[in-house]
T-cell receptor, first 114, second 114 residues
Framework: DVKVTQSSRYLVKRTGEKVFLECVQD?????MFWYRQDPGLGLRLIYF???????EKGDIPEGYSVSREKKERFSLILESASTNQTSMYLC?????????????FGPGTRLTVL | AQSVTQPDIHITVSEGASLELRCNYS??????LFWYVQSPGQGLQLLLK??????LVQGIKGFEAEFKRSQSSFNLRKPSVHWSDAAEYFC????????????FGQGTRLTINP
């Protein structure tokens, strides 16, 4: 079974802090994704990566950056956290052409920015 | 522009009753369609997917979905719901952005009355 793990289930940070969310997958998938989930808005894509050191902006990249130095690991970075970044963050991975294939999700990180 | 619409934000059904969750999409060609379920505190899990062929697809946990091209719909159904089906359900459509991503609907939260 594909396993996608995220470094924290719950995280509380202060406004202005730099925040790192880590995601690791164990199935050698080429593609990795970061989504933000908010009530009534569904899942919105922040960034994705289809290869090591490659990244593409999603629908809401402002205020975020990402890093993919190894195939299995994809990090989401909030350079200066703000209260409007309080949300659930979901990481996912998939193989092949990402628009055609199932994505496998981690359990999520609920981030609160005070 | 919205590419995937789940018109019902919240649905309540009684245990043992039938269920239909709606998903409408706008897409220029034959889409790849997915339904996911998110149980409380969990990541998303794939229920079923449609790529081609028979328009009625069977999934896990007793769910099925029907692709209707003329109505641009991919509704999820279950003949008899169980209390454990209480969750949030997401429809997803692809491929977009050069076959690199899926787009998710806003989600429908399902509550089961005993």
């Amino acid at each position: 079974d594909v396993k996608v793990t995220q470094s924290s289930r719950y995280l509380v940070k202060r406004t202005g802090e730099k925040v790192f969310l880590e995601c690791v997958q164990d199935m050698d998938h080429e593609n990795m994704f970061w989504y933000r989930q908010d009530p009534g808005l569904g899942l919105r894509l922040i960034y994705f990566s289809y290869d090591v050191k490659m990244k593409e902006k999603g629908d809401i990249p402002e205020g975020y950056s990402v890093s993919r130095e190894k195939k299995e690991r994809f990090s989401l970075i909030l350079e200066s956290a703000s209260t409007n970044q309080t949300s659930m963050y979901l990481c996912a991975s998939s193989f092949g052409l990402a628009g055609y294939n199932e994505q496998f999700f981690g359990p999520g990180t609920r981030l609160t920015v005070l | 522009a919205q590419s995937v619409t789940q018109p019902d934000i919240h649905i309540t059904v009684s245990e043992g009753a039938s269920l239909e969750l709606r998903c409408n999409y706008s897409y220029g060609a034959t889409p790849y369609l997915f339904w996911y379920v998110q149980s409380p505190g969990q990541g998303l899990q794939l229920l079923l997917k449609y790529f081609s062929g028979d328009t009625l697809v069977q999934g896990i946990k007793g769910f099925e979905a029907e692709f209707k091209r003329s109505q641009s719909s991919f509704n999820l159904r279950k003949p008899s719901v169980h209390w454990s089906d209480a969750a949030e359900y997401f429809c997803a459509v692809g491929p977009f952005q050069g076959a690199q991503k899926l787009v998710f609907g806003q989600g429908t939260r399902l509550t089961i009355n005993p």
